[in-house]
């Protein structure tokens, strides 16, 4: 049960053991309400300022975290709606007459099924490969041989996202007749360049 302030969950005739949360949204909200509580501010964040934004959904199978990621074609998800938005905020910036700044984005889709990373863009022989992790000059951390490709708008990257679900792992649980059987990462690149202006980027990931 979720209490009037939407901020407290208890077991249904046991209020007083309850949790205190930032929010709780329940099964009548819509994928519309999710996006703006949680993730547009990220998105708006990423593209603005330049900063890395994650938006991780963890949860038991047929728990709807497919649902409120991905969605459906009358109540799109969290990633459709940050797609978008990426893009009219681009469009916004490069609308707005600097012809010194250019700005690119770019996405990669990665899964990790037993202990091994593949890359569910990948093509041809490269196509199921396990790839490795490395470590950059910066400490951070990178999966080696994972491709990035640039798009050039809203419909191209979820085009590569349908793509990227056709190659996951799946199998039939009791709660789930195709239930993932990886988690799955699809990371969003924008990249900011100026005249005389070292590039600024901002990264939006999606976990699950």
């Known amino acids: 049960m979720v209490d009037e302030d939407g901020r ?32 547009r ?18 949860g038991q199978t047929s728990s709807g ?3 409120t990621m991905r969605g459906t074609a009358e109540d799109p998800g969290v990633i459709p709606r ?16 600097d012809a010194s700044s250019s700005i690119a984005v770019s996405v990669s889709y990665m899964e990790i099924y037993n202990e091994e990373i593949r ?26 041989g994972l491709q990035e490709v640039v798009v050039n708008g809203a419909e191209e990257a ?3 996202l349908d793509r990227g679900d056709a190659q996951r792992r799946v199998g039939e649980t009791r709660m789930n007749a195709r239930s ?14 100026s005249e005389g202006e070292r590039g600024r980027e901002g990264r939006g990931g999606r976990g699950g």
């Open 158 to 160: 979820i085009g590569l």
């Open 82 to 97: 940050a797609v978008e938005e990426v893009f009219a905020l681009v469009g916004e910036g490069r609308g707005s007459g």
């Open 41 to 58: 501010g990220l998105v708006r964040e990423v593209v603005g300022v330049g900063v890395n934004a994650t938006v991780f959904a963890y």
């Open 8 to 39: 407290k969950i208890h077991q249904e005739g046991n209020a007083r053991q309850a949790y205190c949360l930032d929010g709780v949204l329940d099964a009548r909200q819509s994928n519309a309400r999710v996006y703006e509580e949680t993730a």
């Open 119 to 144: 890359d569910l863009l990948a093509e041809g022989d490269r196509r199921g490969l396990a790839l490795g992790i490395g470590s950059r000059q910066d400490g951070g951390m990178v999966v080696q």
């Open 180 to 193: 993932s059987r990886s988690h799955a990462i699809f990371r969003m690149r924008v990249s900011r360049s």
């Open 65 to 67: 975290k497919t649902h």
